[in-house]
């Protein structure tokens, strides 16, 4: 699926990934290919995904690796939708 996140700066990620998740208000969850579609409100917490999208150049920095080789970036606010394989996360 396809994996989008913009904050107020830039277009952080783009490309092809195997799975998102996302702190939710009521709790952490996961979107994997051919999800249902959604849109829900995020808090603060750490976006993780799976894959090899295009990172930014300059914001490299803001990402890491957790201990399953999943980035990570940590956010303080946003939304994200899911719909047709094409997640979009707009982060704080």
Known sequence: MYLEIVSPEAS???GEV??????????EFQMLNNHAPIVSILEAGKVKFDGNPTIAEGFEKKFTK???GKWVLEIT????????NKVIVLAD
């Open 66 to 68: 957790d201990d399953q």
């Open 18 to 27: 195997n799975s998102v998740t996302v702190p939710g208000v009521e709790g």
């Open 77 to 84: 606010s946003g939304t994200v939708e899911c719909n047709n």
């Open 12 to 14: 952080l990620v783009s």
